[in-house]
């Protein structure tokens, strides 16, 4: 019944990211999308791993995050959609970079480097599912626009990277296999 129902979502979804990704980035929003993303670290006994988070619309493991607020720094919007989309309180920290993509969904992403203060891992109806992983055993579902910002984050190198990302049918397709993959496994 599971995967019936996730399978039954997929037009909806879909068509909601279409919208997302190529009418409203173009038509209706005056600024660039800025999103700000947290590249959570910790020490444990399978040695460093980094949170993961998959979100309700496109499945695929990611760096939990979100959209800056008019208003707001970079680092207190991430501190809140940590907060909200996680339960997790973070310590904000180095800037990793900023990645500047076109094409689908035109966005910039600023990643930063995060250490938890406090709280308990929680899903939340934006974030259905929250692990860590072993920085050397990332998940197969892992989104392909996330493998540069995590290597810049786990590099030696303090200064912080600005990239230029374009985001074409190979980057959609790669998503598309993998939340096809994740919605047929979910339970």
């Given at each position: 019944?599971?995967?019936?129902?996730?399978?039954?979502?997929?037009?909806?979804?879909?068509?909601?990211?279409?919208?997302?990704?190529?009418?409203?980035?173009?038509?209706?929003?005056?600024?660039?999308?800025?999103?700000?993303?947290?590249?959570?670290?910790?020490?444990?006994?399978?040695?460093?791993?980094?949170?993961?988070?998959?979100?309700?619309?496109?499945?695929?493991?990611?760096?939990?995050?979100?959209?800056?607020?008019?208003?707001?720094?970079?680092f207190e919007?991430?501190?809140?959609?940590?907060?909200?989309?996680?339960?997790?309180?973070?310590?904000?920290?180095?800037?990793?970079?900023?990645?500047?993509?076109?094409?689908?969904?035109?966005?910039?992403?600023r990643v930063?480097?995060?250490?938890?203060?406090?709280?308990?891992?929680?899903?939340?109806?934006?974030?259905?599912?929250?692990?860590w992983f072993?920085?050397?055993?990332?998940?197969?579902?892992?989104?392909?626009?996330?493998?540069?910002?995590?290597?810049?984050?786990?590099?030696?190198?303090?200064?912080?990277?600005?990239?230029?990302?374009?985001?074409?049918?190979?980057?959609?397709?790669?998503?598309?296999?993998?939340?096809?993959?994740?919605?047929?496994?979910?339970?």
């Open positions: 019944m599971g995967r019936i129902r996730n399978l039954a979502a997929l037009p909806y979804a879909y068509l909601q990211t279409l919208y997302s990704g190529l009418v409203s980035a173009r038509l209706i929003e005056s600024s660039p999308l800025v999103v700000c993303q947290a590249l959570t670290l910790r020490e444990s006994g399978r040695g460093q791993e980094i949170l993961l988070s998959v979100r309700s619309d496109v499945r695929g493991w990611e760096l939990p995050g979100g959209r800056v607020e008019s208003g707001e720094q970079p919007a991430l501190a809140r959609e940590m907060r909200e989309e996680t339960g997790l309180d973070v310590e904000v920290g180095r800037h990793v970079g900023d990645y500047v993509r076109t094409g689908f969904r035109p966005h910039i992403a930063y480097v995060c250490q938890v203060r406090s709280g308990k891992e929680r899903p939340s109806s934006e974030t259905l599912e929250i692990r072993p920085v050397g055993d990332l998940p197969r579902e892992l989104l392909p626009w996330y493998h540069q910002p995590i290597a810049d984050g786990l590099s030696e190198s303090l200064d912080s990277k600005q990239r230029f990302e374009h985001q074409g049918m190979d980057a959609i397709w790669s998503a598309l296999k993998i939340d096809l993959r994740m919605r047929w496994h979910e339970r």
